[in-house]
Nanobody
Framework: QVQLVESGGGLVQAGGSLRLSCVASGRIFNYNAMGWFRQAPGKEREFVVTISWLGSDTVYADSVKGRFTILRDNSKNTAWLQMNSLRPEDTAVYYC?????????????????WGQGIQVTVSS
């Protein structure tokens, strides 16, 4: 089993920034891609971004492209989501996800482990 713990969420004004972290622990094997998803109130969970094992391949949702950046440090089993120019529509619970293959995945079914989620609220 792999455990994922997100941190760094909170309340921020529109135009502000937040940095989410995701730390993995447990039976971690190498060559894992990961991703971030989010779920706003009354909506389905949606894809935000994914990054390959080496970090050489990333895919962003159009809604966050140019504002969000995903990074990872495999030596620390940690990934980050830097969120800039936040908008009220970014308000959601953000989930870190981990998959047992090295390449990126855009669908929730691509992922094997999930964090508990962390709230991000952007006020207007």
């Amino acid at each position: 089993q792999v455990q994922l713990v997100e941190s760094g969420g909170g309340l921020v004004q529109a135009g502000g920034s937040l940095r989410l972290s995701c730390v993995a622990s447990g039976r971690i094997f190498n060559y894992n891609a990961m991703g971030w998803f989010r779920q706003a109130p009354g909506k389905e969970r949606e894809f935000v971004v994914t990054i390959s094992w080496l970090g050489s391949d990333t895919v962003y949702a159009d809604s966050v492209k140019g504002r969000f950046t995903i990074l990872r440090d495999n030596s620390k089993n940690t990934a980050w989501l830097q969120m800039n120019s936040l908008r009220p529509e970014d308000t959601a619970v953000y989930y870190c996800a981990w998959r047992r293959v090295p390449h990126t995945g855009l669908n929730q079914d691509d992922y094997d482990y999930w964090g508990q989620g962390i709230q991000v609220t952007v006020s207007s």
